[in-house]
């Protein structure tokens, strides 16, 4: 099956400091990938969409220059975590729709623990 | 508006069947997908309904009616495995998915 491989696993890093998650398709072409983040007992919360070659597309709310997103391959996407502080400690989640038609299923990579100290 | 309803909790006995419903109003409508997350974990794809009716994979299996609105998951012969959050997620027009708050399914020996 799709496989989508997501690194790190988790981070620690100081408050202040900038954190880069990437996101690859391993098996499949994916013009499209997203980027969630989950707070603990709560729903997924999309950040972003990204496109491969063009500028991500951030949702209400969503800080773009402290959320810095580049998709510059049909398989990677990666996420900068900038200036990161305490409070942006989450669970990150990036997603890939196949490129084999808008109702192509997602999958998810595994997820990057994030903790700001 | 756009709104995708599910039950928050659920308790069954392993061994037994369990149907988690999923109601919905969204602006336009490309699919119905089921997603499995299991604590601390990413979600993974379950199954993807588009048109009326069942979709049988393995021990689970998801049904539609678009003209009500309504989607079930049916998890059959649940295994302790099987504890978990079931995510109902919509595809709108504009092919983005938007996601229910999830049915924590807990599962009793």
């Known amino acids: 099956g799709a496989v989508v491989s997501q690194h790190p696993s988790w981070v620690i890093c100081k408050s202040g400091t900038s954190v880069k998650i990437e996101c690859r398709s391993l098996?499949?072409?994916?013009?499209?990938m997203f980027w969630y983040r989950q707070f603990p007992k709560q729903s997924l919360m999309l950040m972003a969409t990204s496109n491969e070659g063009s500028k991500a597309t951030y949702e209400q709310g969503v800080e773009k220059d402290k959320f810095l997103i580049n998709h510059a391959s049909l398989t990677l996407s990666t996420l900068t975590v900038t200036s990161a502080h305490p409070e942006d400690s989450s669970f990150y989640i990036c997603s890939a729709r196949e490129d084999r038609g808008d109702n192509s299923p997602l999958h998810f990579g595994n997820g990057t623990r994030l903790t700001v100290t | 508006g756009q709104n995708i309803d599910q039950p928050t909790e659920m308790t069954a006995t392993e061994g037994a069947i369990v149907q988690i419903n999923c109601t919905y109003q969204?602006?336009?409508?490309?699919?119905l997908f089921w997603y499995q997350q299991h604590a601390g974990e990413a979600p993974t794809f379950l199954s993807y309904n588009v048109l009326d009716g069942l979709e049988e994979k393995g021990r689970f299996s998801s049904f539609l009616s678009r003209s009500k609105g309504y989607s079930y998951l049916l998890l059959k012969e649940l295994q302790m495995k099987d504890s978990a959050s079931y995510l109902c997620a919509i595809m709108d027009s504009n092919y983005q998915l938007i996601w229910g708050a999830g049915t924590k399914l807990i599962i009793k020996p």
């Open positions: 098996d499949f072409q994916a013009t499209t």
């Open positions: 969204t602006s336009g409508f490309n699919g």
